[in-house]
DNA sequence: TGGGTCACGGTTTTT
DNA sequence: CCGTGACCCA
């Protein structure tokens, strides 16, 4: 007890020793949040109360990775460790357990975003397929069913998508499957249909700690009241000025109005920031000073002054990334770690210039996020494989691989497969399987030969899963022989190797598990995200979102300009910007430095961009700072000045914070400041 | 059936 | 700019 209690300062303390009741915890970055809920955990243990009364809930899977450790290490008993997970991971344990209370069977399938987006295009609407999918997920993460979407559209359009929203619901109940979305919907309805399971549920769980509760959206509100009805000892940990998710439907109302919507909330601000140099949280305080709707806090510093911020200039995105670059092996070569120096962007188009300047340099970096491993082609596919696998009757899955690799079967056969199978009631699966006489007279002699020895092999897979999971992965190579197709595709080296890789993900995982069901393994898939593997080996480079939670000795941000950060248009929120700019710069511990750039290359055209008024407001734009205007000029190049017509440089100098070019004008020396002349 | 060409549109951010 | 999708021809 003492143990847990003795590394905490007083505020901590309190969080941690306060157990009943609803609590908000607001820390601030930097605060030691992670240490003060997994000291709580530990500290509920300690107070004999049972691993498996409390339950812990987060927004990611690294987050829960990490507390899971850490409480670990805190508690002298590991054998039943209490529940932490995302809230998707508890919605999909809930279904497991409770599924047959909407009637359908718990062997349901989870689905992601891709897979969401093909079934809605298959029903082929005339509408942005991520619109329409987006829409979706706002209706049902308000409650809102196909009728009543129905009812309160009025423009056509919205007709059309409540249509498709209905389609889409049918289609993913018939096939069973589940998307991220009902993994917290039908918790919530069967909660709500019934009672005694309701109150049963909120007693099993009598502790409750919630992370991040500045991200979550109004139906995890409505869940977690669910499941702290009977006792209201609910304790949330967030910082509302960290809330980045408003554009997936997170409701900062959440943390705003926790206080009014749980009576007697015990309120601890946990002020003191351990992360950061007094120069890098002056800036982020003042920053975040310009928003309007805030509980308010101000984060102290524990450290010293520290190095000032930096501030770089750059002509073009080329002439930035050099730059950071260069910095960046500087670092290295006095002897920083690669693992302590990241580079941040808010949007992922950035990341692109950014690697082609530290492959230039020869930084070698590590992408967080991105496009996710899972969801790359050639995984999916195996991932199609192993559903069809757990259920043949998967038409969804069956689909996407009945002719890849390629068996000679086209739109035309696949098309009359469909009809077939539509006719009689049938999976595709169901059809080729029993109604073999009438395939054989619909389809070619090729094609339904290859159909055959699709679903033979289809059926040898299933008896060799059910003998030993473990054996599936050779069996699917040598019956279907995915990896030499792909082998013999573009980027066959890389697709190979992430085939390789998800085996290998597979066999470990089953030889941890050896009970493991494949569609277990499936669904927990679903739920991973890459950061987990983040390699320490060398720096790293992510959007903002991703870097929430982590922090740098050398920190550095790109793209701080208008249109970028904040990035403007439809439906942004400036505050919500303002908050990612202030999570940027809290992930800075020692150096932080701040680019812009004088335009950039975007969506094929170059664009002429200002600096973020955030340089402005967060205070280092003026007073002490490292200023390093660069240029992308170099000498002999030709150049347009709007008088003197085309010369070429001969010289280049830095006169204040202007550069000055000398330049020649066939033959006419002149010297001329660099924003009067034109690159061609 | 499948490969090739061309036009278009698009980008935050994640479970 | 790049990747995707539609369309056309061998």
């Known amino acids: 007890m003492e143990k847990i209690l003795e590394s905490l300062n007083d505020a901590q303390q309190e969080a941690v020793k306060t157990i009943d009741g609803p609590v908000l915890i607001l820390a601030g970055a930097g605060s030691g949040k992670t240490k003060t809920i997994t000291s709580r955990l530990a500290y509920l243990l300690a107070q004999g109360i049972p691993a498996s009364s409390i339950l812990t809930l987060t927004f990611t899977n690294k987050a829960a990775t990490e507390m899971r450790e850490r409480a670990l290490s805190l508690i002298e008993d590991k054998t039943y460790p209490p529940l932490l997970c995302t809230f998707h991971k508890f919605g999909l344990l809930f279904l497991k357990f409770n599924m047959e209370k909407l009637g359908r069977r718990n062997s349901f399938v989870v689905i992601d975003t891709d897979d969401k987006k093909r079934i809605i295009k298959s029903f082929g609407i005339d509408m942005p397929v991520g619109l329409v999918a987006n829409e979706i997920s706002r209706y049902k993460n308000s409650l809102i069913d196909p009728a009543l979407a129905w009812e309160k559209a009025e423009l056509p359009n919205y007709k059309k998508i409540a249509q498709t929203y209905e389609q889409y619901e049918k289609y993913i109940k018939d096939n069973n499957l589940v998307d991220f979305d009902d993994l917290l919907v039908l918790p919530y309805k069967i909660l709500n249909e019934n009672e005694d399971l309701c109150r049963e549920t909120s007693e099993r769980y009598k502790y409750i700690m919630v992370d991040e509760y500045q991200d979550t959206n109004d139906l995890q509100y409505r869940l977690i009241r669910k499941i702290c009805s009977t006792h209201e000892n609910i304790c949330v940990v967030g910082d509302d000025d960290q809330s980045i998710y408003g554009w997936r439907g997170a409701n900062i109302k959440n943390i705003l109005d926790f206080k009014d919507e749980f009576k007697n909330t015990k309120i601890i601000k946990l002020e003191n920031n351990y992360r950061s140099t007094t120069n890098i949280l002056k800036a982020a305080n003042e920053l975040i000073e310009h928003n309007r709707s805030r509980l308010g806090k101000v984060l102290r510093s524990t450290k010293g002054e520290g190095t000032a911020i930096s501030i770089i200039e750059s002509h073009d995105e080329k002439n930035e990334s050099t730059i950071i670059a260069k910095r960046i092996k500087v670092l290295i070569d006095k002897g920083v770690s690669p693992r302590d120096i990241a580079v941040l962007y808010r949007i992922n188009a950035l990341s692109r210039s950014l690697e082609e300047g530290l492959n230039r340099v020869g930084v070698p970096y590590n992408m967080v996020g991105g496009v996710k491993f899972y969801e790359r082609t050639e995984i999916k596919d195996l991932i199609s494989y192993l559903r069809i696998i757990a259920n043949p009757n998967d038409d969804f899955s069956i689909k996407r691989i009945i002719n890849r690799p390629k068996r000679g079967l086209g739109k035309v056969t696949i098309d009359k497969i469909l009809k077939g199978a539509y006719e009689n009631h049938l999976s595709i699966y169901g059809y080729i399987t029993t109604k073999q006489d009438e395939l054989k007279g619909m389809v070619s002699k090729k094609c339904y030969n290859a159909l055959v020895e699709f679903s033979e092999n289809l059926q040898r897979l299933i008896e060799v899963s059910s003998e030993a999971t473990y054996n599936i992965i050779d069996e699917l190579e040598s019956l279907y022989g995915i990896k030499k197709y792909y082998d013999q595709l573009p980027d066959s080296l890389e697709r190979v190797s992430n085939i390789d890789e998800f085996y290998g ?128 000029y170099r000498k002999g190049d030709l150049v347009k000045h709007k008088i003197f017509g085309i010369g070429r440089i001969f010289e280049i100098s830095k006169v204040k914070r202007e550069f000055k070019l000398k330049i020649n004008f066939s033959g006419t020396k002149r010297d001329i400041v660099a924003s009067f002349v034109e690159k061609i």
């Open 505 to 632: 993900l597979f066999r470990d995982l089953v030889k941890q598990n050896p009970e493991m069901s494949i569609d277990e393994f499936l669904n927990d898939l679903a739920l991973q995200s890459d950061q987990d593997a983040i390699d320490t080996e060398n720096i790293a480079i992510m959007s903002i979102h991703t870097s929430k939670g982590l922090e740098f000795d050398y920190l550095f941000v790109i793209g701080m300009e208008e249109g970028f950060l904040p990035l403007v248009g439809d439906g942004s929120d400036i505050e919500e910007e303002r908050r990612l700019g202030y999570v940027a710069i809290t992930r800075a511990k020692e150096e932080l430095t701040l680019s812009y750039s004088e335009s950039r290359f975007y969506k094929g055209r170059r664009t002429e961009l200002t600096k973020s008024r955030f340089l402005k407001e967060s205070g280092v734009c003026q007073g002490s700072l490292v200023l390093e205007k660069t240029t992308s």
